[in-house]
Structure formats: structure tokens, C-alpha cells
């Protein structure tokens, strides 16, 4: 079983800067983080991808939202089981909740586990 608590997130001000923060709890001994990412759900809106590293012991490979544009980094401690993501230039569109998504196995079960969420909010 995987836990994931989410952190960093509050208000700041357009142009400012924020640091998420997830650490992933594992209590099967016999589960295997592959992937690690942040997804944003805004009110109203589907739930989508921000930033991911995928790959458990291979180093991984991480990918971005198009909306990004630069202004993000996703880092991971996979000694430590966290993921984060440092936000510079926010801007009011990236006001959100902030979800940890986990990708991992059980054996050869696949699955996915999320956090509660940390709410970014942008505003002057």
C-alpha cells in the first residue's frame, strides 16, 4: 500500500514562486515505485497532467505539460520516496489543486495512487 501527503502549496502572487512537496509512505515491502508526477485539477476542470518522472530504478524519464513553458522543475529523491516540483513565474491559470500521483507495483500489478491534493492559489 502506497500513501502519498502532498505539501507547499498556498497564495502567491502572479510572477511568484511555490515549492510542492509529496513523500510516499510504502507499507508493502513488496511494492515498487515506477512513477511519480503532479496533476492539477482547477474548479470546473478535468484533471490534468503537470510534470512526471516515470521509471522506478532506471533513472527515469520526465515529461511536462505543454502549459508549462519552462516555468516548472519536477525533481525526485527516490531514496526518500518524494517527488517535488518547483513552480517560478505562476500565473492566475495555474491556480489549482495540486495532486501527487504515484504509478506503482505490486508484483506484477500495476497501479495508481494519488494524494489528498495542496491548493495553489494565484492571485494579486
Known amino acids: 500500500q502506497v500513501h502519498l501527503v502532498e505539501s507547499g502549496g498556498g497564495l502567491v502572487q502572479p510572477g511568484g514562486s511555490l515549492r510542492l512537496s509529496c513523500a510516499a509512505s510504502?507499507?508493502?515491502?513488496?511494492?515498487?515505485?515506477?512513477?511519480m508526477g503532479w496533476y492539477r485539477q482547477a474548479q470546473g476542470k478535468q484533471r490534468e497532467l503537470v510534470a512526471a518522472?516515470?521509471?522506478?530504478?532506471?533513472?527515469?524519464?520526465?515529461n511536462y505539460a505543454d502549459f508549462v513553458q519552462g516555468r516548472f522543475t519536477i525533481s525526485r529523491d527516490n531514496a526518500k520516496n518524494a517527488v517535488y516540483l518547483e513552480m517560478n513565474s505562476l500565473k492566475p491559470e495555474d491556480a489549482a489543486v495540486y495532486y501527487c500521483?504515484?504509478?506503482?507495483?505490486?508484483?506484477?500489478?500495476?497501479?495508481?495512487?494519488w494524494g489528498q491534493g495542496t491548493l495553489v492559489t494565484v492571485s494579486s
Open positions: 518522472i516515470t521509471g522506478g530504478t532506471g533513472g527515469g524519464r520526465t
Open positions: 510504502v507499507s508493502e515491502s513488496s511494492v515498487s515505485i515506477n512513477s
Open positions: 500521483n504515484a504509478g506503482a507495483y505490486l508484483y506484477r500489478r500495476y497501479f495508481e495512487v
